[in-house]
C-alpha cells in the first residue's frame, strides 16, 4: 500500500511537527470541494445538505500554503467530486502543479470519469463499494451497482485503483466477502474503513457493536492485501470496548478542508481550527492555538475509529515496535495499550 520512501517520508513530517510547531509540513490533505452528491447513502446524509463548493480560486490558494510540498498528498473528494462545477479547471490545475494528487468517486458517472482520469491523471483514483448489488440499492438509495463494476473494468488499467468499503450498521460481513472478491477478480487495491459519526457527512446511526469473538470469527480470511486492514478491523471491538488508548497524531501531519472552508481538527470531533475564508492555511496550521489544540487532543482524545486517523498511529506504531520495546517507545510516544494479542501477525489469519 504504501513504499519506503512514504513511510519515511512520513516519519520525518512526523518528526518535525512535533519539534517545529510553528512550521508544520503535511503528508495528508483531504480537500471536500463539495457537498453535491448524486448518492442517496444511509451512513452518508451530505446529498440532504445544502450545495456548497470551495471555488476553484479558493483552492488554487490552498495549494500555495508553505505547509504543503510535493510530498504531501492531496485528496479531491466531495460529495461527488465530479458534481463540482469548476471540476475541469481544479483537475487541470493539479496535473500542471501538484501531480500528487488523488480522487475519490462513487463510480457512477463512467464516461465522465473516464475523460477526467485519461486527461489528468490522478496519482490514485478511489471507488466506493460497500456491497453487493440487492444490497447496494438498499444502502445507497439508487440502483449503481453495474455503474460501478463497469468503471472498475474500464479504469483499472488507466490508474491505480483502490476499492473503499466501509463496514455500517447497513451492510455486513458477507458484503465486505463480496468487495474482496471484487478486488482479487480485478486486481485492484482494497482499502478498509468502519462507520463512524461524522458531522459533516450528518450521520445519524449508532456505532457498530460487536461481540469481540464473533467480530473476529467474521473477518473474511482472504482479507488479503494489507496488514494494516486487518489491524484495524481487529482493534475495533477492543477500542469499542474500552480495551484500547493510542494518542492520535495524525492531527499533526493530516489536514481536512470543508467545503465551506472549515478546517477541523480532526474528522470525528467538533473543533474548528479556523476557516480559510478568513486566514491561510499556514496560519491556522502554526497557529499557537492550534498548537494547544493539537497537543491536547492527541493525548487526551480516544474518541473515535475513523481510518483516515487511526492508520496512522497503527502503522506508526507496528514499525517502530520493530525496532524498540513498548517501553522505551512510551517514553517519546505516550502511553498506549492494546490486548494481549497485539502480537499476532497478519499471515496467522491466512493459515
Known amino acids: 500500500m504504501y513504499s519506503i520512501m512514504d513511510y519515511a517520508y512520513n516519519g520525518i513530517t512526523f518528526v518535525n511537527n512535533i519539534l517545529r510547531k510553528q512550521h508544520k509540513k503535511l503528508t495528508n490533505l483531504m480537500i471536500y470541494s463539495t457537498s453535491r452528491c448524486n448518492s442517496k447513502c444511509k451512513h452518508c446524509n451530505i ?45 487541470d490545475f493539479f496535473h500542471t502543479t501538484h501531480p500528487n494528487y488523488t480522487l475519490l468517486s462513487n463510480g457512477l458517472q463512467t464516461e465522465k470519469l473516464t475523460r477526467a ?7 490514485r483514483l478511489y471507488l466506493s463499494l460497500d456491497e453487493e448489488k440487492e444490497t447496494y440499492k438498499y444502502m445507497r438509495g439508487i440502483d449503481g451497482y453495474d455503474r460501478v463494476i463497469r468503471t472498475i473494468e474500464t479504469l483499472r488499467e488507466k490508474v491505480p485503483v483502490s476499492l473503499m468499503f466501509c463496514l455500517s450498521p447497513f451492510n455486513s460481513f458477507e458484503d465486505m466477502q463480496h468487495v474482496i472478491d471484487i478486488a482479487l477478480k480485478y486486481n485492484v487495491d482494497l482499502r478498509i474503513g468502519i462507520y463512524a459519526t461524522m458531522s459533516f457527512f450528518d450521520t445519524k446511526s449508532e456505532l457498530l457493536s460487536y461481540n469481540k469473538t464473533a467480530f473476529l470469527q467474521s473477518i473474511p480470511k482472504n482479507i488479503h492485501l494489507t496488514a494494516e486492514n486487518y489491524d484495524f478491523l481487529r482493534l ?85 515496535e520493530r525496532f524498540f520495546p513498548k517501553k522505551i517507545i512510551e517514553k517519546i510516544y505516550g502511553t498506549y495499550y492494546w490486548n494481549s494479542d497485539r502480537q499476532l501477525k497478519y499471515k496467522d489469519i491466512i493459515k
Open 117 to 123: 482520469v485519461t486527461q489528468y491523471h490522478p496519482k
Open 236 to 320: 475495533y471491538c477492543d477500542w469499542k470496548q474500552g480495551n484500547l488508548r493510542l494518542n492520535c497524531h495524525s492531527i499533526y501531519s493530516q489536514a481536512v478542508i470543508h467545503s465551506n472552508g472549515d478546517v477541523p481538527l480532526c474528522q470525528n470531533l467538533g473543533v474548528m481550527l479556523g476557516n480559510i475564508r478568513k486566514n491561510s492555511l499556514d496560519e491556522i496550521l502554526n497557529s499557537s492555538e492550534t498548537t494547544r489544540l493539537q497537543d491536547k487532543y492527541c493525548k487526551s482524545c480516544n474518541g473515535c475509529w475513523i481510518n483516515y486517523h487511526r492508520k496512522f498511529d497503527i502503522i506508526l506504531l507496528r514499525n517502530i
Open 47 to 91: 446529498w440532504q445538505k445544502p450545495s456548497e463548493d470551495l471555488t476553484f480560486e479558493e483552492i488554487k490558494n490552498i495549494m500555495q500554503s508553505d505547509c504543503i510540498t510535493k510530498r504531501t498528498v492531496v485528496g479531491l473528494e466531495g460529495g461527488e467530486f465530479l458534481l463540482h462545477p469548476q471540476y475541469e479547471q481544479i483537475l
